[in-house]
């Protein structure tokens, strides 16, 4: 008996022996950077000023009066949110595309998996080419196809710089929404579907009542994951527009970017970074508010 | 169950629609990694390859120093490949043979952590580095790098290893190997078609990570990513496009081969992780 609890022990000792060295690693590159963030947030921390003391929320009230970070604020929502609604309704209809058994089946999923296997880097870098006003595969495209003439400077024009970011925003990430889509689909039991044809469905009525209330949960947790990583978006806008024109498409990442390498200032930069924080949070904490009430 | 023809056409007018979308751009960007220069500045548009040409990657050798990033990305990878299949795969270990409350927490922590995105820890993180001494090295970035591809690979791995019958280490433990003997020679082998999708998912990740050596980066470490924005401009007006696609020719090319040779791996990998999370 004796032998048998020192047994289990040593198990257990051992085991945090194996989980020891990863979980310290990524608490100490994730956890505790976020505590120190939290108190930079309330510092006066300026690199060039040399300064390094209390502030309290002073960098708060300064970020609350500052219009050019409003506007920033109000850029980031809605770049996230214009971004989710068509990952979503793209995603969704790619995954029903792959789930398919058809004779592109194979060639359908290569194909989906090449924008998320690209680096976001490269994506933007080539945006930014891709809508230049006269040697840009967009505006060429929109020549070739009937518009003869057509000349628009996508990114000099401010709702053109906004609406070219977020098109190029969706391109990149609406495959990998629809693989993990496409694995939820896959889960549903075959009889389900074939019980709702005997009763007559649609195939409209059996995406909405079968597999969509089906799939709910790994739907809100995409949504959840997916959102997060929009909120913090980042190369993009660092290579295709620079936050430009003017400060039009300056994601809180991208100003934090800028105030941090540029002002070097490090207490504001993690006030703006605590903005980015309580936003990712209250959306993530909405997110699981509605996973925890789906119950499929 | 054969499907109706009108049915199949329909697919495939889609699966047509957004293999153009897809990869026009893609195409059109390795064309002009092979156009010269002064061919790319024209309007309309040549799509079709002419006079085609090694310039651009030769401008890349000589004025952009490509083996220095080249050298950078294998050592960073390759170090952060080998971590995180070794101690990702030790960790899952642990993860899936032993449940108590402590160490369910550190899971769920680790599974959450993903969450928290890099924008949220580089001050912090980059005034740490520098005092340790970490930033500009290549342990500094592969501890970063390594850090990023933990908890998908703990995750999947501890899925992978709670699926295996416990009855075989404990059969090799009986034969008088040690606990972590029983986990080298027992469990690490059967580990092999997962730490093969894993090991190329990461691949992937470390190849295109950017945000982390663009802020902990400054002159001695150089990584394939940064090679495209730090091409040296012709002249105030003109960015250097050919050398630019030569520059994401070689960042797209290993995904794309990789995602073509091993679509099925990487698909069922992307979608187990999903299921488990």
């Known amino acids: 008996m004796k032998r048998k609890i020192t047994l289990s022990r040593r198990k257990t000792i051992f085991a945090w022996m194996c989980v020891l060295p990863v979980l310290v690693i990524r608490l100490w590159t994730t956890a505790y950077p976020v505590v120190a963030m939290s108190y930079y947030s309330l510092l006066d921390y300026d690199l060039i000023r040399r300064k390094k003391e209390f502030a309290g929320l002073q960098n708060i009230r300064n970020l609350a009066k500052n219009k050019q970070f409003l506007e920033s604020l109000s850029f980031t929502v809605k770049f996230t949110m214009i971004s989710i609604c068509f990952i979503i309704v793209l995603g969704v209809a790619l995954a029903l595309l792959m789930k398919q058994n058809f004779g592109g089946r194979k060639l359908i999923r290569t194909v989906a998996l090449i924008p998320w296997g690209l680096s976001m880097i490269v994506v933007s870098i080539a945006a930014l080419w891709a809508f230049d006003d006269t040697y840009g595969i967009v505006n060429d495209l929109i020549r070739r196809i009937g518009f003869e003439g057509y000349h628009f400077t996508w990114l000099a024009d401010k709702s053109g710089a906004q609406v070219a970011v977020i098109i190029v925003n969706i391109w990149k990430n609406v495959s990998f929404f629809a693989i993990i889509m496409l694995a939820a689909f896959q889960g549903i039991p075959g009889e389900l579907f074939e019980s709702a044809r005997i009763d007559g469905a649609s195939n409209w009525k059996i995406l909405f009542h079968v597999s969509l209330p089906y799939v709910m949960r790994t739907f809100i947790i995409m949504i959840i994951f997916v959102g997060v990583s929009q909120i913090n978006s980042f190369e993009i806008v660092y290579a295709m527009t620079k936050g430009g024109p003017g400060t039009t498409t300056s994601l809180l990442a991208y100003r934090l970017y800028m105030e941090a390498t540029k002002n070097m200032n490090y207490g504001m930069a993690s006030a703006i970074t605590m903005v980015m924080f309580l936003v990712t949070a209250v959306y993530g904490i909405i997110g699981l508010r509605i996973y925890r009430k789906v119950d499929y | ?277």
């Open chain 2, 1 to 277: 169950m054969k499907m109706p023809k009108r049915k199949s056409a329909v697919l495939w007018i889609f699966t047509i629609i957004v293999g153009f979308i897809i990869m026009w751009p893609v195409y059109w960007i390795v064309k002009s990694s092979f156009t010269k220069q002064i061919d790319l500045f024209k309007s309309p548009i040549e799509y079709m390859p002419v006079n085609m040409t090694l310039d651009n990657y030769r401008q890349l050798m000589d004025a952009a120093g490509l083996t220095d990033y080249l050298k950078g990305t294998i050592l960073i990878t390759a170090a952060s490949l080998f971590l995180s299949v070794f101690l990702c795969a030790l960790a899952g270990y642990g993860f899936a043979r032993c449940q108590n409350k402590g160490i369910n927490i550190a899971f769920a922590f680790i599974m959450f952590s993903t969450m928290i995105p890099g924008t949220v820890t580089v001050i912090p993180l980059m005034t740490m580095w520098r005092r340790m001494g970490l930033s500009d090295t290549f342990s500094g970035l592969t501890i970063l790098y390594f850090s990023l591809l933990i908890p998908f690979s703990t995750v999947m791995y501890a899925g992978f290893i709670s699926q295996i019958p416990p009855s075989l280490e404990e059969a090799a433990r009986i034969d008088g190997a040690t606990m972590f003997g029983a986990f080298t020679k027992v469990i690490l082998p059967l580990l092999k078609p997962i730490m093969a999708t894993l090991s190329i998912i990461n691949f992937i990740t470390c190849l295109n990570e950017f945000f982390i050596p663009l802020m902990f980066t400054t002159k001695n470490v150089k990584v394939m990513s940064l090679l495209m924005s730090s091409i040296p401009k012709l002249n105030q007006y003109q960015m250097p496009w050919g050398a630019i696609s030569a520059a994401g020719c070689l960042m797209l090319l290993p995904a794309i081969l990789f995602i073509v040779i091993f679509e099925k791996n990487i698909m069922g990998g992307l979608m187990m992780g999903s299921i488990k999370q």
